[in-house]
Each structure stands twice: as C-alpha cells, then as structure tokens.
C-alpha cells in the first residue's frame, strides 16, 4: 500500500528559480493496485515517483510505503521497498558489469551484502532460467557486458532486476518511451506479466494515453503539480482516449490564457 | 643489458608498488575516485612501519598499524568529499598536502634508518637462498596473497555493490547500495594497501623518507595502465594480475633506461623519465583504439 497526504516539493526554494513541483499531492494505493500516470511536461510525474522512490524529500507531508513512514528515509535506505525502472535504458543497470552481475546485485535489493560470492552456481542457475523467461536469447549472454546489448534488451533485464528481490512497490517511469515500438509493446507485455504474477504495487508513467488506460486498474492525470483526474471501474472503462485528449486540450488552454493574463 | 642484482632489484621494487597499483586500481577504475592521497599514505606507511619498528615493535605489526594508518588518511580524503561536497580530486590533494607534515611528525626527522633492524624479511635470510632472491619472493607472496583476497572481495556481493557504485551511483542508489559508505570503504582500502606497500618500501630499503612519497600515484597509475595495455578488460582478476605486471614492467624499463649508457641518463633524471612512460602509456590505448575503429 502507498500513501501520501499533502505532499509539498518546492526546488530551488528562495532562489529566483522557485519551483513548486507538487502542491499538497494526496494519493492512497491499495496493495496490488496498478496505477497509470499521466499529464503534460513538467507536470509533476517524476518527482512524484522521487518522492516515493527517495530521491526527491518532500517538504511537507507524510510518505507511507506499507506500515513503513519513509519520508525522511535516503534512497538507499528504502530500496528494500521500491523497484524501479527509468525511462533512460542506461540508468537502471550497470553498463560495465555484465548481465549476471547486474542481476546478482539487484538480488540483494535493500539486504545487507557480505563478503558470499556474488555468482556461485546456484544463482547462476537462478538467474539463467529468469533471463532465459525472457525469450530473448540473452540467456546465453549472462557473461556479456549490460553496455552491449540494445536499449530494449537493457530494459527488460532492468524488469527482471526489478523483481529480484522482494518489495512493495513497482516504479517505472516512462520506461518504454525510449524504445521503438515494437520494442515497447514487448516491454510493456512483460511489465503486465510481471506485475500481475507479483501482484506489485505498481505506479507508472506513460506518455501515452493509449498506454494509460489499456492497462492498470486506475489512472490519474497530473497538471500543475496537483491530481486533476482519478478513475478508476466503470467510470475509466467508459473513458475514450479522445477523452483524455480533450482534457489536455484544455488543461494547456487554461494556462495559455494565465500566461495572457500575466502579460497582459 | 641489466645485470642480475639489478633486474632482481627492479622486480622486488615492482612488487613492493605493485600495493600502490592495486590500491590506485580500487579508487580509479573501481570506484572512479582520483585519489592523490597516496602520494601522502605511502610514505604514511613507511614512516609509522620504520618507527614502530626502531622502537622494538614486532615489523609485522608495525605493518598492520601502517595499514591503519593508511586506512586512516583514505577515510579523511572520503569524508571531506562525501561529508563536505569538495570535489574527490582536490579532497585528496589537501589529505595528501596534510600529510606530509604529519609524516614529519611521525618520524620526528625526515629520515629514519632501519639498518641492523629485525624487519618481516629477516627471518628469512638465513635460509641458505641469496638476499636478492629472498626480498622479491617475499614480497611477492604477500602480493598474492592480496591479489586473491582484493579478487575474491571485488567478486563478492560487498565487493559488488562497490564496484556498482563506481558504475552507476544512482542505480546503486535505488538498489540500496549506500553510496557514500562506499566511497569511505574503498579509500580506505585502497590506501591501506598502499600504506603497505610504503612499509614494505621502508623494509626492503632499510629506511624511511618523507621524499619517498612524490610521485608513487603516477607510478601506480603507469602500472594500472601497461596492465590494462597488456591484458584489456577481461575481468577482475585478470586486471589485478595486470597491476602486478604492470608495475613489474615499469621498473625494469626506468631500470634499463637508466642502464643503458648510450641513453646518458642519470638517477636524477628519473621523475623524467617516469612521465614520459606515463605519457606513453596513456597514449599507446588511444592509439590502438584508433588503429582498430
Ligand atoms: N531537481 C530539480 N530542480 C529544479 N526544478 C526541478 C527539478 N526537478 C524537476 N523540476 C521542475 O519541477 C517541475 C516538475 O518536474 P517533473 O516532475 O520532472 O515533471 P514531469 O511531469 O515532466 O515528469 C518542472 O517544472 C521541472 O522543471
Ligand atoms: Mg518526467
């Protein structure tokens, strides 16, 4: 379970350059829940997820992940509790450690790591038969450096380090925007299959509204720092991408006639 | 051609800095620190193993205390740049600049002899082999002794989560890697390594001297990279055995530069030298990576 109540992020704060990304965000996830987020740049989308991931701290308000108040807790320290997989394929493994290394650190998520050999043949063995799930043929690759394989194949092993270990919550922010399309679909076939299997706690991201509302259970829409929309049943069965479109549309009128105002 | 006290001799050299090359390759390539400090902790290390050991102390606990010493100066180069945000290179300059006073200190003079002194290697001269082959095989040992245990940790899960920090800090991050932790831990090693080597130095030379410590990064920094020029990136173990190498090969070639009278070169042209082998081995990858793209 997720909760947040009146989370306040302000960068920058008494600088000429002040920004009030979140303005008093309220959102309570139940357990297993999957939720799409989506609204136009600079809405707020990331922070949010820094906010429950730890590399943004809130200035005001409470972050609960399960029974645990992580709002003051490091990234580090609440990586035992988050997954999560970044829209750069770069960012969520390490390039110059190969597949199995990557995969025997993210096997440690947020656990204590001794002085045990990374890669004895029991995880070898483990870690095999998960990439091998993969059906990418990167099963015979685990000796390969992550910086050799395409942007697809990085993020899909990212998938798979992401539940590795155990945890609450799944973060991914636009984690398929940096791929083509058939690579993306891919992607975002195996995010639906790993989040169902693991009945995650799942927040994500997407640019597209497509995306949005063909899968989760639930879909909240960001703008200005604040939710402007969250459905969920019947009412976001009924709602039609045009939908959404419009209510961007009008989202981006509404500031054009603000900045008018100011200009005026 | 080099006669055979003085290849020995360049061998024996090579191993005692082959800790500097390790210690140089855990905070350069490892944890992608540029740590000067080393140019303080070596001669950290010879210092506080000779005075320990002129006042009577068993040699090899006056190599441990060196070690700590060593850990000691790393650990303050870490703080000031995880603690204090000072960028990691001019962070270990002031360690580095800061010790040399303290190594005066320590030493109360800027030299301290260890002639008739029971040192880690007496034991081991009256064994019936020569000295000059009794020094490099001592040292040796000790180095493989610590290539297998700097292997076997860099191949562990704490190993691991070090060299992911070096990788990615922010993938280490949010795999709960403590970042800032790390960067203590690694220079604390690393220097404590080359700590050891600074007490093996004073052992094998039979004196410590605040002077001895100019220039030993770019030593070390030469070996790590002959050793990546020779062996390539083909795992952990491959490139620690590089460092070894690396810094074996350093040695004989300043020792054969020096020998060959046709080249006239003098003791004293030596940090000359050292830098126009560092320069050529900084260049001779770049050359390479051109050639074959
Ligand atoms: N580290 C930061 N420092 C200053 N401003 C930031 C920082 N991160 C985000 N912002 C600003 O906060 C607002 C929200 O950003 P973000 O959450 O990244 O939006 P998005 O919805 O596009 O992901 C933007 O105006 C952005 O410029
Ligand atoms: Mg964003």
Known sequence: MIDLSNIHVTFGKGTPLQKEALKGVNLTIEEGSFVTVIGSNGAGKSTLLGVLAGDVLANEGKVMIGSTDVTRKSTSARAGLVARVFQDPLAGSCGSLSIEENLALATRRGERRGLRSALGPRRREIFRERIAELNLGLENRMKDRMDLLSGGQRQAVSLVMATMAGSDVLLLDEHTAALDPGMAEFIMKLTQRVVSERKLTTLMVTHSMRQALDFGHRTIMLHGGEIILDVSGDSRKDLQVEDLIAMFRKMRGETLDDDALLIG | ?293
Not at chain 2, 66 to 94: E, H, K, Q, Y
């Open chain 2, 1 to 293: 051609m080099l006669s055979q006290i003085a290849f020995w001799g360049a061998v024996e050299l090579g191993l005692v800095f082959a800790f500097v090359a390790i210690g140089v390759f855990l905070a350069f390539r490892v944890l992608d620190f540029p740590d000067l400090t080393v140019d303080g902790s070596f001669p950290l290390g010879a210092a506080v193993a000779a005075v320990l050991i002129t006042v009577g102390i068993n040699p090899w606990l006056a190599a441990a205390a060196a070690m700590v010493a060593g850990a000691a100066a790393g650990t303050v180069t870490a703080f000031l740049n995880v603690r204090f945000r000072i960028l990691n290179l001019l962070a270990s300059i002031l360690t580095m600049i800061a010790l040399f006073s303290v190594n005066l200190r320590v030493m109360g003079k800027p030299n301290v002899a260890l002639i008739n002194a029971d040192t880690m290697l007496s034991p081991f001269f009256g064994l019936g082999l020569r000295e000059v082959y009794v020094r490099p095989l001592f040292v040796g040992v000790l180095v493989v002794i610590a290539v297998i245990a700097v292997w076997r940790f860099l191949e562990s899960d704490a190993g691991l989560a070090m060299r992911a920090t070096g990788a990615n800090p922010r993938m280490s991050r949010a795999q709960g890697i403590d970042t800032s932790w790390q960067v203590y831990l690694g220079l604390a090693l690393s220097n404590a390594l080359v700590a050891l080597g600074g007490a093996l130095f004073a052992q094998t030379n039979g004196f410590a001297d605040v002077t001895s410590g100019v220039g030993t990064i770019v030593v070390g920094l030469a070996a790590v990279i002959i050793g990546e020029t020779l062996f390539g990136a083909r795992g952990i173990l491959l490139a620690l055995i590089g460092c070894v190498v690396g810094s074996i090969l350093y040695r004989i070639a300043i020792q054969l530069a020096l020998s060959t009278d046709a080249l006239g070169l003098k003791a004293s042209d030596l940090n000359l030298v050292t830098a126009v082998l560092v320069a050529v081995a900084l260049v001779l990858p770049r050359l390479r990576r051109g050639a074959s793209s």
